[in-house]
């Protein structure tokens, strides 16, 4: 069968999601088109070297809506007859293209694919494009809806992780993404974000707070506990759901879940012919990508079904995994990882995840598997898995390899 | 004879006139649509007539209602395809009211048309004001003691005629949720206040006030028939609105267990209806609403809560005894029972002697009606007269002669036949020869007991439920002597008090106790084995239990727990079947843990006395299983726990009447009411389904589930209760 291998990847820095975010100015089709000028520019591209453009992103409405991808085309380099799809699994869109660009190559529908996403979640807030299951009588109640910071939570209640736990894991991926920046480790993969006329915007992730200790996060109040036990009384739907739990233990807040920040990656995926046409070496290739449904109330558990899949697609086990990247979307969606497949911390997310640097929801899944390729060579490695929950009870999950 | 007439005045007003033949208030029949229709369109097309008004012919009401007896049987008498007769029914209901609405109006300009005014002269509950919806304003009188809004929920329905659409489009979905999902009733100031009603006006000024805006040559069009209409508050998917409706379906989700259909069919119509226009909006209320009524549970519930609840009131199963109103009521015991009996006997008016051992004691009987009355004047509910005329029906005495003149006497004393025994012997020979002497024992034979009376005939039981003045059910036990004029007595007197009676007959803790402790048993059962109480909780919860069975042994207390079980042993001897509940209940007692009264039970209490979560010391003597049941499997032990009792209680004679086996069981103890009452739930899952699961719970668990010959009998037969006991006939 046809390979797909990665021949580059490339991210912006994360910049604060907010208005005094340093990416609060760049529109969402300037970042995306950046993203997909730096792939064509790095490795010499014609225009219309790509078969398409496939655009993770969450919020796909005002100015991320209309398909993104399109018109993210066609404000790049790449030419019009680059079509673009811009889709949506929530946080795992960036890997989901991903891994539907190595898909479609391995099946022989074109030679090459950019992947990846964007979110300026502080341009286009999180939510602001509607949602059936939280809304929708009919869906909410039989589904027993209730927001992700609730099932974040109920996820420490069921698997017993205490507010400690998730600190703690919160502190390293502080220190460990201040490391990595301070090792250049992101070198790679990083661009400067620039304005119309060349001058810098942002270089660096913005969003980290070097030297957070526990101290610092014990003083932080738990951010769903309100909402669980007051109003509206999302605890109560939880119970519901897992009734031999007496009450949800609310350990998460700011510190401890991802941050909310702007940015954007891109992968370029092609077969071997794309690779000698252009004279590029390939860097890993794509072994294996899964996706698959778990119980929408508990809804961020999806990582562990989704790499007992992958594995058993795969006929590999999990010592067969030299390093992971596990989406820090909430502390107890890592937790939960590690206890469930008993790996060591120190092969997951090496390099800091999402709590010290951020998650632009679209973006993140092209981000991480970025992250694991370079850490990959970096640290002589062959086998890497990068794997995120996902909303409404989802899980994705992506194997590479280098070769 | 015509429930809707019309009379035209000079001034060209047409105003019509909503009288039902029969009744003291308006109810809606399948009669009364074709009536008020043509009504509407001699009217809309009569060029002498400049506008309508709506009103009712009866004193201070406007209607109470659809007929509920109608809507229990709509389903039934909907045709071959019920959900199609539904819906053609409804939809063409709604083209009524929306003619109304509409008044002739242009569809594309809103020009031309005539006003039509509500105009309600008290009451107007339910149709009754869902009409009213439908008109161009609503004028009510200024009568305090109406009572305004759309109570359907709380019969499992909901406004199914456009009430709920047109009140969420005119006041917002979080408005509106109070009325809708509470079915919150207002006075007419109040319901002003909310925006249910536009005008209250002095009652007598009504007609004429309605007729000098219909004259006025108003503005008609309603803002959701009107270009740009925003729904107050935002619709679902505006910022505010998406807020109001993530929580909406939570909140009700989390307050009703999931457990009742119209609640969560009623939020679907509000939010589809609200991403649609109007028109749109009323056949999505209709469908949803045709699927409450497809739902056996709305039907339960009306036949239960509502139908069968009043016949029991009116005195269904009442023998043939002239009128044996109470006029004067001893009270034998003042504790909180005897206390509970006297304030609720004063309120209604009665003479009431409310008598214990020293006066101290009595005392602080009375002085239970004195705090229920000042926290009724603090919340408005009462005045400082109306406490005093309370109080003043209240002798508080240790003098038995006192109760010279009683025709009725409630005994409440210390649970023990010889005290009884003595209180009746030295009563009886104070009081009259027709008086009816009754006990409010819990837990003691009534025929025993009655051995003790010169006169066993007139010696029955009036077993009520704690607090007396919450709880809506007495149990009226016969013993074997009892007869009818005793029975009628404690029926007649039940009926004053404003509560609901069963009559059952004398057998070990009658009925409601007898199913409660096999369910309270069997979560204790389960604590033993190492389910996790959470699980034994929740489950209960989420089967529409409003306490789980380790709650209600808190509140009820884990000593009378364990006095109950010492009896029974002692009783059934080798028979007895309940060692295990007894191993754990035991161990609390010597713990010390009673219950909420020891702020220390299977919940731990904070130090006002408040549940502060299971005390975690029940997991350190009962570890729990890694392999914990399935939700439903808990929840069919604790209900079959109960309902098998309740089929034994009518196989055993002690109950005659399975409706009063259903309503009994929601009011006495809480059963699951969307189900309507336990043989409504055996007849909603069929008594072949209900064999199967016995059968295999006997294998599992045990004896006690096992298969009652009645219910095994009806499986083979393809019956259900009601199908074969009827609504009228006794079981016996």
Known sequence: ?403 | MTDFTMKTDADGVAIITWDTVGKSMNVMTMDGWPLLESLVDQALADGAVKGIIITSGKEGSFAGGMDLNVIAKMKESAGDNPAKGLMDGLMNAHGILRKIERAGMDPKTNKGGKPIAAALPGTALGIGLEIPLACHRIFAADNPRAKIGLPEIMVGIFPGMGGTTRLVRKMGAMAAAPLLLEGKLNTPAKAKAAGVVDEVVPADELIAKAKEWVLSEPKIVKPWDEKGYKMPGGAPYHPAGFMTFVGASAMVNGKTQGVYPAAKALLSAVYEGALVPFDTALKIEARWFTNVLMNPSSSAMIRSLFINKEALEKGANRPAVDDQTVKKVGVLGAGMMGAGIALVSALAGIEVVLIDRDQEAADKGKAYTTAYMDKGISRKKATPEKKEQVLAQITATTDLNALAGCDLIVEAVFEDVGVKAEMTKAVEAIVGEDCIFATNTSTLPITELAKASVRPEQFIGIHFFSPVDKMMLVEIIKGQQTGDPAVAKALDFVRQIRKTPIVVNDARFFYANRCIIPYINEGIRMVAEGVAPALIENAAKLVGMPLGPLQLVDETSIDLGVKIAKATKAAMGDAYPDGAVDDVLFWMFDQGRLGRKSAAGFYAYDDKGKRAGLWDGLAAQYRQADDQPDVTTVQHRLLFAQVLEAVRALEEGVLEDIREGDVGAILGWGFAPWSGGPFSWLDMIGAGKAVELCDALTATYGERFATPALLREMAEKGQTFYGRFGTQAKAA
């Open chain 1, 1 to 403: 069968m046809t390979e797909a291998y990665i021949y580059d990847a490339v991210r912006t820095p994360r910049g604060k999601g907010r208005k005094d975010g340093a990416l609060h100015e760049v529109t969402s089709v300037r970042l995306s088109s950046q993203v997909l000028n730096a792939l064509k520019d790095r490795n010499n591209l014609d225009g219309h070297a790509v078969e398409d453009v496939i655009w993770g992103n969450v919020t796909q409405v005002g100015e991320q809506g209309g398909c993104l991808a399109r018109t993210a085309v066609l404000a790049s380099d790449l030419d019009e007859s680059i079509p673009g799809l811009a889709i949506n699994r929530f946080c795992a869109s960036g890997m989901e293209a991903v891994n539907l660009a190595a898909n479609q190559v391995k099946g022989g529908a074109g030679e090459a694919y950019i992947a990846g996403g964007v979110e300026m979640m502080g341009r286009v807030a999180m939510g602001s494009d509607g949602a059936a299951i939280a809304v929708d009588p009919s869906v909410a109640m039989n589904t027993y809806f209730v927001p992700q910071g609730i099932s974040a939570d109920i996820i420490a209640t069921e698997y017993g992780f205490t507010r400690d736990d998730a600190d703690a894991l919160a502190v390293e991926s502080q220190n460990r993404a201040a490391a990595a920046w301070a090792d250049n480790r992101f070198e790679k993969s990083i661009i400067t974000v620039r304005d119309q006329n060349g001058l810098p915007i942002l270089e660096h992730d913005e969003y980290m707070r070097p030297g957070t200790d526990m101290q610092a996060l014990g003083s932080l109040k738990a951010s769903f506990k309100d909402m669980g036990e007051v109003m509206p009384g999302f605890d109560k739907i939880a119970l519901m759901k897992y009734p031999h739990l007496e009450a949800i233990n609310h350990i998460h807040h700011a510190g401890n879940s991802s941050g909310i920040v702007d940015g954007s990656a891109g992968v370029l995926i092609g077969n071997a012919e794309f690779g000698k046409k252009y004279g590029l070496k390939p860097r890993a290739r794509i072994r294996q990508t899964c996706k698959i449904g778990t119980d929408p109330t508990i809804m961020l558990t999806g990582p562990v079904p989704a790499t007992q899949k992958i594995l058993a697609d795969s006929g590999m086990s999990i010592g067969d995994i030299d390093l992971f990247e596990v989406n820090e979307a909430f502390a107890s969606v890592v937790l939960r990882f590690q206890q469930a497949f008993d790996v060591d911390p120190a092969l997951v997310n090496v390099n800091g995840g999402s709590i010290a640097m951020g998650h632009p929801l679209g973006a993140t899944g092209a981000i991480i598997i970025g992250t694991l390729l370079d850490e990959l060579e970096r640290s002589d490695k062959e086998v890497g898995l990068a794997t995120l929950c996902i909303a409404s009870g989802m899980g994705a999950a992506t194997i590479i390899e280098r070769v």
